[in-house]
């Protein structure tokens, strides 16, 4: 079987998190991604711990089954050298600064004057346009700036960070779908595109209704711990010896997880009979359901809900994550071999094809492995004339 | 200008959330998305609240530019004119139990035969394989069970559940690029294939650098509240007035941040010279930082560190969200015009596009509204046969 994206080249500029993980997927799925890299310093995340043997986890997790090509494009020769292979690849993703590539010389509006079917995604903080375009911007600057850590945290808490840098993460998934759209619309225009990504607008994006939410009822959404919003009983429930989320979703459900908890005298309740009852009289619920589910073990919790068919799960941790059953029949924690760190774990691959299904592999690679490959293969150069590039200083 | 996706043709089966937001961005972009409901129930989501005039909020926040078609998939007559229908699509997108399709008669080793061209997408809990494969899941609990919560909380404080459905939302991304991807490769292949999403998967996928960072160091990543888990100053702040997040994400940084707060002494200060040492000195430095910080207004601290470029922003809550100077520049904000529920604002389109930019030309539609509309543009039927069909009670 041959791989989704075969044949799609991605000529890949990006650093650390946004940029990177939107070329990992493309990777996985196939592409041909050669991530350009600083001489000698290469992606600043290869200089973000914990390390071992001197390798990034960090850039390890994110860095799989890409090339390594190092090329100082500050330098003419190498500016020279990177028009040159803009020619031969469809793709090419940068999150730097907006303005950063025009002060290189190699703007958008100049690159597709050399290659007009060249798609261009730019990932910043902010976006190209707007007040703030030229600002600096981290993922923990856009998560307070973009409302989801003023709805995420305890019931009555602080707002909170997302624990995962979901504002990248976010801005990575957008600019994924936003070069496979224009790659999609080149197949019948011929004809690429720019494409300007802001990690404070996918922010905004993935608000889904807490913005109508808001203009519709004009209460400001806040930190509601580990509740629904509108759904009773959703939410997490102590244990004899831990936590264990459940949501019953509607009133069937309610039903059986009556059963299942021994309450089947609250079932027709007319203070719990349907679900708008049971928001109105959640104080009272609450801690009836707390004085059964603290007598079993999140285990045996999880037994006997699954039986009466009540959705429910543990809070697993990383290190439960990467032991549960299911996450390792879906070959969702993945082994990678690298060369000098050994067997590192990774997540695997969350898109599932019945025909062209992805693969990972190539661990991540080191600072420019691949120059002299890339260098011979896209743009058929031999020995001799490499070894002269080389004097140029700019690999 | 035409839009990118023009011409591609989908048939939504979704409900809730994962499936109608991957449809929602598709549909954003320009594809002809035809959202299939039960004949008087509909979209699950259309139940959810706050309503204004019937109208539900959640609902109309993410089925804007989809058409709506009622249509009985249980009955024989619902069945056949759906199999008729599946030959005219690009796309099917479901988000049902796995198992729910092959039930109905309507699998995708069947719809295959009858289209070989056809992307079948699932979207589901857990996945259509694997020990979990048929249990109930919900947003939070896949928050719970993939790690996300265990990271996400107050420092030394309970897991946490993300504000909004992240779980869903990175499901309905990862869905739309699998579905884009295999539009890629099929104009090449000219077959289609079948793609299966699970929430829970994509959960792991997120959790980016976390697996990595637990397999190299052992140490079990926990919450850590507003910090970074190894870049320092980079928290949130109390101001004389409320909050700010500061990243001051290297040592270049630093050196104007301690300028911009008027602490030129500690720039060179054996123990805070470097984030090596910063980290170490975590807790002699932030007091020193708290106690200017608290002096000056949110807004005052802004200005100053927009000034020194210290990358910085206030925690905003959704009313101060939609009145950003910058995200209303960005248009993440737009108002959609509803002929029962007036005027609602809903997120914008994040993906900027040079040449096919995406559009919101319709509001989210009412149950049924494109049935007859469909019928006669996708099948060619004309008023008399269509009459017909009602008498089935399919729409």
């Known amino acids: 079987m041959s791989s989704a994206l075969e044949g799609v080249r991605i000529l890949d500029l990006t650093r650390v998190l946004a940029g990177p993980y939107a070329t990992m997927i493309l990777a996985d799925l196939g592409a041909d991604v050669v991530k ?6 290469g992606d600043d995340s290869r200089h973000f711990g914990p390390h071992i043997k001197g390798e990034s986890a960090y850039f390890m997790s994110i860095n799989r089954n890409k090339r390594s090509m190092a090329l100082n494009l500050k330098k003419e020769e190498g500016k020279k050298l990177f028009l040159k292979m803009i020619k031969k690849f469809d ?23 050399i290659n007009p079917k060249l798609v261009y995604a730019a990932t910043s903080g902010y976006g190209h346009t707007g007040p703030y375009s030229k600002r600096p911007a981290y993922d923990a600057v856009v998560q307070a700036m973009g409302g989801l850590m003023s709805i995420t945290g305890e019931l009555g808490g602080k707002p909170t960070r997302v624990g995962s840098s979901i504002g990248d993460i976010t801005a990575g998934l957008f600019t994924t779908i936003a070069i496979l759209t224009a790659l999609t619309n080149r197949s019948t225009t011929g004809k690429g595109q720019k494409v300007d990504i802001a990690m404070l607008d996918c922010k905004v994006a993935i608000l889904e209704n807490a913005i109508a939410r808001f203009t519709v009822s004009n209460e400001i959404p806040k930190p509601i711990g580990n509740k629904h919003s509108a759904i009773v009983p959703f939410e997490t ?12 979703g509607n009133d069937v459900i309610w039903s059986r997880f009556c059963e299942a908890i021994n309450i089947t005298e609250l079932v027709d309740d007319d203070r719990f009979r349907t679900n708008v009852l049971r928001n109105e009289n959640h104080g009272i619920l609450i801690p009836l359901i707390l004085k059964k589910i603290k007598n079993k073990t999140t285990e045996e919790w999880q037994n006997v809900l699954d039986n009466f068919g009540v959705p429910n799960g543990p809070i697993n941790t990383i290190d439960k994550v990467i032991k549960d059953p299911q996450i390792i029949d879906r070959e969702m924690i993945v082994e990678v071999e690298h060369p000098i760190a050994g067997i590192v774990k990774v997540p695997g691959i969350p898109i599932k094809f019945s025909e062209t299904p992805g693969e990972i592999n190539r661990c991540a ?30 690999f």
Chains 1, 2 share one sequence.
């Open 36 to 41: 350009i890299e600083m001489p000698e310093i």
């Open 91 to 113: 793709v090419v993703v940068e999150n730097f600064r907006p303005g950063t590539m025009e002060k290189l010389g190699l703007g958008y509006d100049m690159l597709k004057t």
């Open 237 to 248: 429930f102590e244990t004899k010896d831990g936590e264990i989320m459940i949501a019953v």
């Open 365 to 394: 690679p080191l600072l420019g492995e691949h120059t002299r490959e890339v260098l011979k293969e896209v743009l058929g150069y031999d020995e001799n004339r490499i070894k002269s590039l080389f004097e140029y200083g700019i």
